[in-house]
């Protein structure tokens, strides 16, 4: 009787055997994976634009007259002040022209002094009836024109003294001057030769083009705001980063746009202005531009190695409570805080693959390791770009 027992429990534990050996096989066949739930917060969109700073003000230095360039007052590339002296042309010439003017005042002067004592003594007379009306009629007529040919002298006197006044050329704004354009010596001619320029440097502004449909959205906000998009836009901040990756982003606001859209690109050029008190900021530089194009809304933020292509849809893997991976079609939004926003397709409550997409398909079996996403990514230099 002990041996009928005993073979059925033999039995018994090779086929518990022969079942549990698929299961091990099967578990150690299931790849490891990382999942995470998406991080879920109060974000505003910001668009992206790239663009080029230009000076506020700018000015090419001319010299308002003619003549041999005889002295320099700057050092190329050197920042001045409004006022500082630049240039100065030979002032002899100038000197002499005074000169004359001042001489040929003096003698008008000298005329209407003789003239007005010979209307007197003429008048005098005429009244005694001793002299004619018409003799009186011909001083009077002397005096006038004498008068006349004084305030000529004191004018032309004027004129040669801003003349001289010209031929010191001073700057008129603050910034940085470039490369004298002129040597010593040259001819300069008037209002035509370019001697140097001058940029602005604190503030300076950044110019870009903004679609219509942002366009728009940027007009909303100014209005909301109580502006025009044209007359101060609203103050809209921004932020803009320069190819320097040392360099953090400046802030600066919306300040202007142009007053049409251009029909050809349908695109408006929009300037901001940015304070750059130690002049980092150059004119002609690029850089990129970051503007608020929303209001605060509840999004849900996903890391962009998180999202694969599936034909022409994005999707994310899901990993359910079993361990199965399912794709959901999700679309996209900009990239935010290091993650990249999901427009629609996803609630946030799911629990998704973020590394080890590779390893996955749909329908499979994974094992997750569990990670916890920090509500702000940090951003390599390649999610940057």
Same mark, same amino acid.
């Given at each position: ?31 490891? &994976? ?10 505003? =969109? ?9 000076? &506020? ?5 001319? %010299? ?11 050092? =190329?590339? %050197? ?23 001042? +001489? ?27 002299? $004619?009306?018409?003799?009186?009629? =011909? ?11 004084? *305030? ?18 001073? +700057?008129?704004?603050?910034? *940085?001057? =470039? *490369? *004298? ?18 940029? $602005? ?30 007359? @101060? %836009? ?8 320069? %190819? ?18 251009? $029909? ?55 990993? @359910?409570?079993?361990? $199965? ?38 329908? &499979? ?21």
């Amino acid at each position: 009787m002990l041996r009928k027992w005993r073979l059925p429990a033999v039995a018994g534990v090779f086929v518990s055997l022969l079942v549990s050996i698929p299961a091990v096989a099967q578990d150690a066949q299931m790849p490891t &994976v990382t999942v995470a739930k998406p991080v879920v917060r109060d974000v505003v =969109d910001a668009d992206e634009f790239i663009g080029r700073f230009e000076a &506020v003000d700018e000015v090419s230095i001319r %010299a308002r007259v003619g003549g041999y360039l005889d002295q320099v007052f700057f050092t =190329d590339g %050197a920042l001045v002040k409004k006022g500082d002296k630049l240039f100065v042309i030979d002032q002899r010439p100038f000197r002499t022209a005074l000169s004359q003017a001042e +001489a040929s005042l003096e003698a008008a002067r000298s005329t209407l002094v003789f003239a007005e004592t010979t209307f007197k003594r003429t008048e005098s007379l005429a009244g005694s009836g001793t002299l $004619s009306v018409s003799r009186l009629d =011909d001083d009077r007529r002397a005096l006038i024109a004498a008068q006349a040919n004084v *305030r000529g002298a004191e004018a032309a006197v004027e004129r040669a003294k801003l003349d001289l006044d010209y031929t010191t050329i001073t +700057a008129p704004l603050s910034g *940085r001057v =470039d *490369r *004298r354009l002129i040597s010593t010596g040259n001819l300069v001619q008037a209002d035509q030769t370019i001697l140097t320029t001058i940029v $602005s440097l604190d503030p300076i502004d950044f110019y870009f083009d903004v679609d219509e449909r942002r366009l728009l959205s940027y007009a909303r906000t100014a209005r909301d705001r109580g502006s025009a998009l044209q007359e @101060g %836009a609203g103050s809209i901040p921004v932020l803009v980063t320069i %190819a320097d990756a040392n360099e953090q982003p400046f802030e600066g606001k919306l300040d202007f746009a142009e007053n049409r859209v251009d $029909s050809e690109t349908g695109t408006m050029r929009v300037r901001a202005r940015f304070p750059n008190p130690k002049f980092v900021l150059q004119p002609g530089l690029f850089g990129r531009v970051e503007v608020e194009g929303s209001n605060t809304y509840r999004a849900v933020l996903v890391p962009d190695q998180a999202i694969a292509a599936d034909q022409n849809e994005r999707v994310v893997y899901v990993v @359910g409570e079993d361990g $199965s991976v399912s794709t959901r079609p999700v679309r996209l939004g900009p990239r935010l805080h290091g993650y990249r926003v999901i427009r629609s397709g996803m609630t946030g409550d799911e629990t998704i693959v973020v590394n080890g997409l590779m390893r996955v398909r749909p329908g &499979v079996k994974v094992k997750p390791e569990i990670v916890v996403l920090p509500p702000e990514a940090a951003q390599s230099a390649e999610n940057a770009q």
